[in-house]
């Protein structure tokens, strides 16, 4: 049986095939334990019924929110799977941490961070 992450062959694998097939199917034709394709089809079937939702019922949208939402703020390029953090990303954080006092970093670890700006 194969250890590690799914492979992009074996996600595709799964993507086309788990509504046809049963994920025992799956996962013994790919020798994978039938864990890794269950919880990789669980993703898949969040994605789809949320799509689903939203488009079925107008209602069904997430709230809007004030400000800019913090997943905008990154610099994704999913197919090499890198996630940069923007100058925006930055200081949005920073003045999220300036109005949270409750998320302060332990004093045991202030030795160790070394500020660039104030």
């Known amino acids: 049986m194969k250890k590690g992450p799914l492979s992009k062959k074996e996600k595709q694998y799964i993507e086309k095939n788990y509504k046809s097939k049963s994920i ?4 013994t034709r790919m020798k994978r334990s039938e864990h890794m394709v ?3 089809v669980k993703t898949l079937d969040f994605k789809v019924e949320e ?9 069904a949208t997430p709230p809007v929110f004030k400000g800019p ?17 923007t100058e925006a990303a ?5 003045d ?11 004093q045991r670890y202030h030795k160790f961070i070394h ?4």
């Open 96 to 106: 999220s941490k300036k109005n949270n006092n409750s998320t302060s970093t332990p």
């Open 38 to 40: 269950d919880k990789f």
């Open 24 to 27: 025992d199917q799956m996962a």
């Open 51 to 59: 799509n689903d939702d939203t488009k079925e019922n107008p209602a």
């Open 115 to 118: 500020r660039i700006k104030d």
């Open 69 to 85: 939402v913090p997943g905008d703020l990154f610099a994704r390029k999913e197919d090499r799977g890198v996630t940069i953090m």
């Open 90 to 94: 930055s200081i949005a954080s920073d």
